[in-house]
């Protein structure tokens, strides 16, 4: 399995490292590579993650609270992986309803429920593209991967050699 370190999660996801952080200390989105140990270990998340901020952000630019967010990931869980790309999520600004197929997307706009959707599918296309771009490694390799721009690996290697 490979993973992402927190800077390219957020780079394909487009959220900040600040919200990543608040999001896995508050159980929203832990990482399901690896998940911080203790000091010097680094979070690392799966696509399937990175999948899943992605729709996060996506739904809080469209107004949707924190509170339904929650929800509808916890909902997003029961799913494997391959089942989220036949996902379309529909929300009203306030609730989100997981829709599987097309006749419950034309059912909740006929119900004048649906107001957007977010097409798991095509968020899927997206975050493959950004990620095939990104460093990833491994959770069991030996030596820690070296991430062009990892400005604080830097620093520490700077600081070693005195």
Same mark, same amino acid.
């Given at each position: 399995m490979l993973g992402y370190r !927190?800077?390219?999660a957020c780079r394909a996801a !487009? #959220?900040?490292y600040r919200q990543l952080d608040y999001w896995a200390r508050t159980g929203l989105l832990e990482p399901s590579v690896r998940n911080v140990s203790g000091s010097g270990h680094q979070r690392l998340y799966s696509f399937r993650d990175v999948l899943v901020l992605k729709v996060i952000k996506r739904l809080l630019? $469209? !107004?949707v609270s924190l509170q339904q967010?929650? #929800? $509808?990931v916890a909902a997003l869980r029961d799913h494997g992986v391959k089942e989220l790309a036949g996902i379309t999520l529909m929300s009203d600004g +306030?609730? #989100?309803?997981e829709c599987t197929s097309d006749d419950q997307v034309i059912d909740l706009l006929r119900g004048g429920q649906g107001v957007f959707g977010i097409a798991l599918g095509s968020v899927w296309a997206e975050v493959e593209g950004t990620l095939a771009e990104l460093p990833g490694e491994r959770p069991d390799a030996t030596e820690i991967a070296v991430h062009p721009g990892d400005e604080l690996r830097k620093r520490r290697a700077a600081k070693? +050699? !005195?």
């Amino acid at each position: 399995m490979l993973g992402y370190r !927190g800077p390219a999660a957020c780079r394909a996801a !487009g #959220v900040t490292y600040r919200q990543l952080d608040y999001w896995a200390r508050t159980g929203l989105l832990e990482p399901s590579v690896r998940n911080v140990s203790g000091s010097g270990h680094q979070r690392l998340y799966s696509f399937r993650d990175v999948l899943v901020l992605k729709v996060i952000k996506r739904l809080l630019d $469209a !107004g949707v609270s924190l509170q339904q967010i929650r #929800v $509808a990931v916890a909902a997003l869980r029961d799913h494997g992986v391959k089942e989220l790309a036949g996902i379309t999520l529909m929300s009203d600004g +306030a609730s #989100v309803y997981e829709c599987t197929s097309d006749d419950q997307v034309i059912d909740l706009l006929r119900g004048g429920q649906g107001v957007f959707g977010i097409a798991l599918g095509s968020v899927w296309a997206e975050v493959e593209g950004t990620l095939a771009e990104l460093p990833g490694e491994r959770p069991d390799a030996t030596e820690i991967a070296v991430h062009p721009g990892d400005e604080l690996r830097k620093r520490r290697a700077a600081k070693r +050699a !005195g």
